[in-house]
């Protein structure tokens, strides 16, 4: 079931095949042979300790504006996010048929979820088209400034783009959810509705498309398809369909046609949910918050583990949202820390950070020259050779084999200098270290290890941030 995408101003002669609303056609194409999966629960397992941790966090009093979880550096999922996914009810009435819309929010945290969980695949969030299509209808044309996030994703094998769509062509007034695959591995976009109402591509969205991926890949040689997949002529669970599709998609599994009924639609929900819970845990199970923020200087991946050879590890408390850090990923020492000291994860920072302090210091031109001492940074350099300072960026630096898809993610967040303070900071390594100038390895180094390591130490002395905090900053 493909299309060939079609020029602007061309019609298309050939209607792209699709479920026929003809119950003729349609009791065909049911008596065909399925080619892909039918649903099954058991694809879906649900822990009952995710089950439990849902219970006790709706049995608490907390606003629905609390973060109760941080999916990844720009997904943070809150209450009213989760009851849009579970409402309290379905908990113990799966019969139910009242079942809310998915927030936008929920949607983005679960789909960001779920590409976090791979090494090839990649999620941008429901805003990124909208953000496209406004700059394309003032500018013909996708802003380069809209285009970072994009540009980083050349490296996957596939982008998962959730959408919201609705009557018309404006993309701000839908409340339907769709998905957009874009396999860079057979150059197909494949559109997934549990509805089938939106299984193309208009010209004018396509127009948008190859504009933004100008720098990634030219879409003119691509096809659009929309394959096989489960439905449910429901608008109420489209989000639900999204993040099932995303995750068959992470899976690579593909589908068979088949309508899934209420109580198969509850499961979904109670497992989405559960999976979006599996960060609210307790220091008794060992989960740093580093580690879910892609940022602990433990990371585990899979059964292997940054700094195996360190069996002992320290912990502090976040005195506000009772969540625990690695004291190495929180940057503290042990040793200054008393009953009665207090500490703050940053879950107190509401807006993303400007860093006035730090700005104001760089127009009086303090920062390279009065800030970082030279015997500060080789203190830093030798303690990141010979192991005395754990980094986990020093760790994937001389492991680069060991998580990839994170390495990369490491490496595009390593400074939020403008160019001329990030320039004059590498020249006052290559001065202070002696390291070679020529050489690929040592220009690798400073930019991915040394110059973060040096900005969490410049943060903390000019905004007060532990190293944490540093870390989900940049």
């Not at 602007?8 to 080619?35: C, F, H, I, W, Y």
């Not at 879906?44 to 219970?55: A, D």
């Not at 299984?199 to 127009?207: A, F, G, N």
């Not at 190495?328 to 009665?340: H, M, N, P, R």
Request: with cysteine.
């Amino acid at each position: 079931m493909f299309v060939k995408l079609q020029k602007a101003g061309e019609t298309n002669t050939q209607p792209r095949e699709v479920q026929s609303k003809d119950p003729d056609v349609s009791a065909k194409l049911d008596s065909m042979p399925e080619e892909g999966k039918k649903f099954s629960v058991s694809m879906f397992p649900i822990e009952q300790t995710h089950k439990e941790t849902i219970s006790r966090l709706y049995a608490e009093k907390r606003n629905d504006d609390n973060v109760i979880a941080r999916i990844s550096h720009y997904a943070l999922l809150y209450l009213r996010d989760l009851k849009s996914v579970l409402p309290p009810h379905l908990l113990s009435d799966t019969s139910s048929t009242a079942m809310p819309w998915l927030t936008d929010n929920a949607v983005n945290c679960r789909i960001a979820q779920i590409a976090e969980g791979t090494n090839d695949v990649v999620a941008l969030n429901t805003d990124k088209f909208i953000l496209w299509h406004r700059d394309w209808q003032r500018d013909a044309k996708v802003s380069d400034e809209h285009l970072k996030e994009l540009e980083k994703t050349s490296e996957f094998l596939k982008i998962l783009l959730p959408r919201i769509v609705g009557p018309g062509d404006n993309p701000e007034k839908g409340n339907h959810f769709i998905l957009w695959v874009f396999d860079m591995t057979t150059k197909t976009i494949r559109v997934y509705d549990n509805t089938d109402q939106y299984v193309t591509i208009s010209i004018l969205d396509m127009e948008v498309l190859k504009d933004a991926f100008r720098n990634i890949a030219s879409l003119n040689s691509w096809t659009v398809s929309s394959p096989r997949q489960w439905q449910r002529d429901d608008r109420r669970n489209c989000g639900v369909f999204v993040c099932t599709m995303a995750e068959m998609e992470a899976r690579n599994v593909q589908m068979c046609h088949e309508v899934l009924h209420n109580e198969q639609m509850c499961h979904l929900r109670l497992y989405h949910a559960s999976c979006m819970v599996k960060t609210v845990q307790s220091a008794k199970q060992n989960t740093c918050m580093a580690q879910d923020a892609g940022v602990c200087i433990y990371q585990k991946y899979h059964s292997k583990v940054m700094h195996p050879d360190v069996k002992s590890l320290d912990w502090i408390q976040c005195d506000l949202c009772k969540k625990w850090l690695h004291a190495d990923c929180a940057g503290i020492s042990l040793d200054i820390v008393t009953e009665d000291t207090t500490f703050c994860c940053g879950c107190d920072t509401k807006h993303v950070h400007t860093f006035e302090k730090t700005l104001a210091l760089l127009k009086q031109g303090w920062l390279v020259e009065l800030l970082i001492e030279d015997q500060e940074i080789l203190n830093l350099h030798k303690g990141l050779e010979n192991g005395t300072v754990r980094s986990n960026r020093m760790f994937l630096f001389k492991n680069p084999t060991f998580f990839p898809k994170l390495k990369m993610k490491l490496s595009q967040k390593f400074c939020f200098f403008d160019e001329e303070q990030t320039d004059r900071i590498i020249k006052r390594i290559y001065t202070v270290t002696q390291l070679p100038r020529v050489s690929l390895e040592s220009t690798t180094y400073i930019l991915e290890v040394l110059t973060p390591e040096l900005t969490f130490i410049i943060l903390h002395k000019t905004e007060g941030f532990h190293r944490f905090q540093a870390e989900m900053a940049l």
